[in-house]
C-alpha cells in the first residue's frame, strides 16, 4: 500500500500579464503566463521527490503552490487527503507547520537584523510552542544537529556575519524547529561551492532519517538530483514530461527532452566529452506555449501528431511506476520496436 | 608547444579592508599558450576571478596588483599608461562575464555592438561592408540574422552570450578571458554554448582562460587546468593527467565532491572544513589543515610549485 502525503491533481497556475495602458486600450484580450499547466502527481511519505527542469518550466511555482505561498488557478492539492484549498485561513496557517521551505538564496531568507539563533527559533515564538530559555535550548539543540557549531557562539550571530555553507544550514534548522512532516527545497545547494555541496546533500539525508522528513527538491541540476532523490519528474514548460524512480529515468529516459537534458550535463571527465547533438534553440516562451507536445519544434522526432495533440502522460508498458509524455513512445510500442533511443551515455 | 600568448610572473593582489590585508592573489605564475584553452578552477573566494580581472588590470579599488608582471605579447602590462591599456583591452583581450547584459549597453542595438567592434580594429571599414561582416558573424553564431537590430533585452541569456562572444571574434582578440561564462545558463543551451564556443576556438586557434568552479565544464572545454586554492595555484597539469590521476590533495578533494551524472557510483566524498580567512591564512602549506595527508612539515613551510613529469606542477610536500 502506497502512502500519499501530498497529491497534486491537475494543478494549473496561469500568471496574467502585465500590460500597459495603451495596450490595454488597444486590446481586450488578456494573456497568462502558463507558469504550470496541469500537473498530478503524489509524494509518498519518507521519500525524496524531486522536480526538474530548466528555468521556466514552473517547477518552483510548483512548490509555492503546495506550499499555498501562490493559490492556484485550477487543480487541487491534498495533504494527507485533505484539500489544501478548502482550508480556512487559521487551519491553513496551523497546516503551515507541517510543511516548511528551504530557499535557494539564505541572505534573501533572512532577516539582516535578527541575529542567527533568533531567527532559527522564530517560529517557536509565532505558534507558541516555547519561548525564552526553553526556546535557546530547543535552538542550541538543533544547531547542534545540522552542524552550526559552535553553537552558543553563533547564535549571537548576524547573517551576514555566517558564511554560506553555515547560512543554508542555518535555513535548514530553521526549517526543522517545528518538527514538519514535508520539507520543500527549492533548490537548496545551488548557492554553495562543491564541496560544501557533498556535505549539505549528505545532511539533508540525515536528518531526513532523523526526523522521518519527506522532501521535495526542486532542482535544475540532475546531477546533484541524482544523490538524493528517490523518485524525479522532469518538467517542460508547465508540464511534467517523464517521471518515475531515479533509476528508471536515468538509465532508460523515454522522452527526448529527458534524453536530451541528461546528455546535455557537463561530465567531469575530460575522456568523455559528449558527442550526441543537441535540441536546436532554447525554451519558448510560457506564454503562448507551442500547440500539441510542448517540445515538438524542437523534437528531432516530431511527427505531425505532436503538434496537434497533447501527449498524456502514460505507464511505459513493461517498467511499472515509469510514466511518459510522449506520442512517439506509443508508436514505437505498438510496432513492436524498443522505445529507447538508446541511453545518451 | 605554441608561442606563449600571456605570461604571469609572481602575481599577488592585495584588498586592504579595515579587518587587515586579504591576498588574494599571492605568488602567481602561469603561462598561457597561443590557442590553448587553459582552465582556472577553485571555489569562491580561492582568488580566480580577482586574477582574471588583474590580467586586464580592471581590479576594483582597494584592490591592487603588489608584486609580479603580467607578460602580454613581450610587454609587461603593468608598465603600460592607462590610454594603451585602455586600447589593448579594446583590442587584443576579451572578457566575457557571467552576465553578459553587464557588458553591452541596454541603450544600443546588438548590430551598433558589433558593426562599433568591428570599426574599431579596422577603421577602413565603411558601414554597410561592417554591416555585412556582423551579419555573417551573428549567423556563425547561430543567431538569425533579423535579430541583429534588436536590443540586449529581447535576446534570451544563451543569445546575450554568444553576441559577447561574437565581439570577441569580431576584435579578432588575442586572449579572451572567460569567467563564468555559462554559470547563468541552463543546462541544454550551456551545451549549446559550450558546442559553438569549442568550434570557433579550433577553427580560429583562439587563446581562452576559462574560469569557472564548474569541474564538468572545465573537462569538456580545457586542454590546461590550473587548480587554485585559498590565493595560491596548487596544481597545473594538461586536462587529461588531472582528471585521471590528480596529484594535490586539495585537487582530489575538489574532483570527487562533483556530483556525477553517471550512475556507477553513488556517494560523494566530503572534504572536511571550508577554505582559511585570507587575512590571517594558516601557516606552512594552505591547505593542510584540511588535508588528510598533512605531515609536520606541511604547517611549517610553504610548498613551492614543483616540477613532477612533462609540464605538470604541484605545490605540495608529498612530492
Known amino acids: 500500500m502506497t502512502d500519499n502525503l501530498i497529491e497534486v491533481r491537475g494543478l494549473k497556475k496561469w500568471f496574467p500579464v502585465q500590460k500597459s495602458f495603451v495596450e490595454r486600450l488597444v486590446t481586450r484580450r488578456q494573456q497568462f503566463v502558463h507558469a504550470v499547466d496541469g500537473v498530478d502527481f503524489e509524494i509518498r511519505r519518507g521519500e525524496v521527490f524531486g522536480l526538474a527542469g530548466e528555468s521556466g518550466s514552473g517547477k518552483t511555482t510548483t512548490g509555492r503552490l503546495i506550499l499555498r505561498l501562490v493559490e492556484p488557478t485550477e487543480g487541487s492539492i491534498l495533504f494527507e487527503g485533505v484539500d489544501l484549498a478548502a482550508l480556512s485561513d487559521e487551519e491553513m496557517r496551523r497546516m503551515r507547520q507541517r510543511m516548511q521551505a528551504i530557499f535557494q538564496d539564505p541572505f534573501a531568507s533572512m532577516n539582516p537584523r535578527m541575529k542567527c539563533g533568533d531567527a532559527i527559533g522564530h517560529s517557536l515564538e509565532i505558534f507558541g510552542v516555547a519561548r525564552g530559555e526553553e526556546k535557546r535550548r530547543r535552538v542550541l539543540e538543533m544547531m547542534e544537529r545540522v552542524g552550526l557549531t559552535p553553537a552558543s557562539i553563533l547564535y549571537d550571530k548576524y547573517p551576514h556575519q555566517l558564511s554560506g555553507g553555515q547560512r543554508q544550514r542555518a535555513i535548514i534548522a530553521r526549517a526543522l524547529m517545528l518538527h514538519p512532516d514535508l520539507v520543500v527545497a527549492d533548490e537548496p545547494i545551488a548557492n554553495v561551492d562543491v564541496s560544501v555541496r557533498a556535505l549539505l546533500l549528505q545532511l539533508m539525508l540525515q536528518l531526513k532519517q532523523d526526523f522521518n522528513l519527506t522532501y521535495l527538491f526542486i532542482t535544475h541540476d540532475l546531477a546533484t538530483a541524482k544523490y538524493i532523490c528517490d523518485r524525479i519528474a522532469i518538467m517542460y514548460l508547465g508540464l511534467i514530461c517523464e517521471m518515475g524512480t531515479l533509476e528508471q529515468v536515468y538509465r532508460n529516459p523515454q522522452h527526448p527532452y529527458t534524453q536530451a537534458l541528461l546528455a546535455a550535463v557537463p561530465v567531469p571527465d575530460p575522456h568523455a566529452r559528449r558527442t550526441a547533438p543537441l535540441p536546436k534553440g532554447e525554451i519558448p516562451s510560457p506564454i503562448n506555449p507551442p500547440p500539441g507536445c510542448r517540445f515538438h519544434p524542437r523534437c528531432p522526432f516530431a511527427e505531425e501528431v505532436c503538434s496537434q495533440e497533447l501527449p498524456h502522460l502514460r505507464p511505459v508498458p513493461g517498467d511499472e511506476g515509469h510514466l511518459v509524455a510522449c506520442h512517439r513512445m506509443v508508436w514505437l510500442k505498438s510496432v513492436g520496436r524498443p522505445a529507447s533511443a538508446g541511453n545518451p551515455r | ?319
Not at chain 2, 87 to 100: C, E, K, N, V
Not at chain 2, 142 to 170: F, T, W
Not at chain 2, 231 to 236: A, D, M, N, R, S
Request: hydrophobic fraction near 40%; proline fraction near 6%; charge should be negative.
Open chain 2, 1 to 319: 608547444m605554441s608561442e606563449p600568448v600571456l605570461q604571469i610572473r609572481n602575481l599577488s593582489v592585495d584588498y586592504p579592508t579595515r579587518a587587515g590585508v586579504v591576498r588574494a592573489v599571492d605568488d602567481v605564475s602561469l603561462t598561457v599558450y597561443r590557442g590553448e584553452v587553459l582552465g582556472l578552477v577553485g571555489e569562491s573566494g580561492c582568488g580566480k576571478s580577482t586574477l582574471g580581472m588583474a590580467i586586464l588590470r580592471l581590479l576594483r579599488p582597494p584592490g591592487k596588483i603588489v608584486a609580479g608582471e603580467i607578460v602580454f605579447n613581450g610587454r609587461n602590462l603593468l608598465e603600460l599608461d592607462d590610454e594603451t591599456m585602455r586600447h589593448l583591452r579594446g583590442a587584443h583581450i576579451s572578457m566575457i562575464f557571467q552576465d553578459p547584459m553587464t557588458c553591452l549597453n541596454p541603450l544600443q542595438r546588438i548590430s551598433d555592438h558589433v558593426i562599433e567592434t568591428i570599426r574599431t580594429h579596422r577603421p577602413e571599414m565603411g558601414k554597410q561592408e561592417a554591416r555585412k561582416r556582423a551579419t555573417e558573424l551573428i549567423d556563425r553564431l547561430g543567431i538569425m540574422a533579423e535579430r541583429l537590430d534588436d536590443y540586449p533585452h529581447q535576446l534570451s541569456g544563451g543569445m546575450r552570450q554568444r553576441v559577447m562572444i561574437g565581439l570577441a571574434l569580431a576584435l579578432n582578440a588575442d586572449l579572451i578571458i572567460a569567467d563564468e561564462p555559462t554559470t547563468s545558463l541552463d543546462v541544454i543551451v550551456e551545451a549549446q554554448f559550450l558546442d559553438l564556443l569549442r568550434d570557433l576556438q579550433r577553427q580560429f586557434n583562439l587563446t581562452i582562460i576559462l574560469i569557472t568552479h564548474n569541474i564538468g565544464v572545465v573537462a569538456e572545454l580545457s586542454d590546461r587546468v590550473a587548480v587554485m586554492y585559498a590565493g595560491k595555484l596548487v596544481e597545473l597539469a594538461d586536462v587529461h593527467s588531472l582528471f585521471d590521476d590528480p596529484l594535490h590533495p586539495y585537487t582530489r578533494g575538489l574532483l570527487n565532491s562533483v556530483p556525477n551524472i553517471s550512475l556507477t557510483e553513488d556517494h560523494l566524498q566530503i572534504m572536511d572544513g571550508s577554505p582559511p580567512d585570507l587575512i590571517s591564512p594558516p601557516p606552512g602549506c594552505r591547505f593542510h589543515p584540511r588535508c588528510p595527508y598533512a605531515k609536520q612539515e606541511c604547517s611549517r613551510r610553504e610548498p613551492a610549485m614543483k616540477n613532477v613529469g612533462k609540464d605538470r606542477l604541484v605545490a605540495c610536500w608529498l612530492y
